[in-house]
């Protein structure tokens, strides 16, 4: 019997690692203002199903993909004053773009370098205070952390970490959304002959953040290739920790792919009913084949 876990940020959770987005976010607001800023004025807030409101930071890799450019465009407009203002000065020509960059910047690079900044930060606990005994350390693992907990306290070898691992310092640390714009999604494709050449130049640095951010699954999935296609002695797959989210589905249908029919899925979550149905509807939308599926607590595992 072949097992395959699959790891998400749950797990780490789990062993007391403060590794949520928003423990992230309380720490960007201390040494980094402006990406805070940036994140909280130009991401997107919601309400839950419970009528529970929940900040840019709860979802932080889904939400790079719903950047708000129209308010983004907005304060851009502060800078952009007529050709034929009283005020007009060449020396401000470029200002419309210097902002808008500013920003986008921000929600990029900047944003990418705090989060590896963060992650280097993070502590290893020491000891399994709440062991996960389903784990069995010969089996595979498909880490979505960057840390290297499953190794560390469950003594695991076989670890692809898919986002790149904070014990390998040559690793890409991979953090973006799965959103891929079509032709007619793209800024540049409003671009005519009237544009203003500065509101084109802000159309063409919005194109690149969705680029910057975009989270580049078919190149990781072939780059692994040899990991996916081993899976196909698998019996079991654990889920720990992972909430099934879109933006990881391409790694769930590559798995599925070479998988058997009858592989039995074993999958966690956390908190009451409402969780377990949260996880349930993600796993169908993802492609799990959930007939096949047992959803239990970690703490059962």
Do not use: C
Not at 6 to 18: A, C, P, S
Not at 121 to 130: D, I, N, R
Not at 249 to 269: G, R, T
Request: hydrophobic residues 40%.
């Amino acid at each position: 019997m072949t097992k395959l876990f699959i790891i998400g940020n749950g797990f780490d959770i789990h062993h007391g690692i403060k590794s949520r987005y928003t423990d992230f976010g309380s720490w960007i607001e201390v040494v980094d203002r402006e990406v805070h800023s940036a994140v909280e004025e130009f991401l997107p807030t919601w309400v839950d199903a419970e009528g529970n409101e929940q900040n840019a930071w709860s979802d932080l890799e889904n939400n790079l993909e719903y950047f708000d450019t129209d308010q983004l465009l907005d304060y851009g407009l502060n800078f952009l004053p007529s050709y034929g203002a009283d005020d007009w000065s060449d020396s401000g020509h470029h200002d419309f773009e210097y902002e808008l960059d500013r920003v986008i910047r921000a929600l990029s690079v900047g944003l990418h370098r705090n989060f590896v900044r963060w992650l280097n930060t993070l502590e290893m606990p020491s000891q399994k205070l709440f062991p996960v005994r389903s784990i069995d350390p010969r089996a595979k693992f498909l880490n979505f952390n960057y840390t290297p907990t499953v190794q560390v306290l469950y003594g695991a070898a076989n670890v692809l970490h898919i986002h790149g691992s904070l014990a390998d310092t040559t690793a890409d640390i991979v953090l973006g959304h799965g959103w891929t714009p079509g032709n007619e999604d793209r800024w540049e494709a409003r671009i005519d002959e009237d544009t203003d050449t500065r509101v084109a130049g802000g159309y063409r640095l919005i194109d690149e953040y969705f680029r910057e951010t975009f989270k580049p699954t078919a190149e990781i999935i072939q780059r692994n290739r040899a990991f996916f296609t081993g899976l196909n002695d698998v019996t079991e797959v654990y889920v720990l920790g992972h909430g099934l989210a879109q933006v990881d589905a391409p790694y769930f249908a590559e798995i599925l792919e070479h998988l058997s029919d009858d592989v039995d899925w074993i999958i966690s979550y956390y908190g009451g009913d409402r969780e377990r149905e949260k996880i349930e509807a993600a796993a169908i939308e993802i492609g799990v084949p959930t007939e096949r599926a047992r959803f239990a607590l970690l703490l059962d595992l």
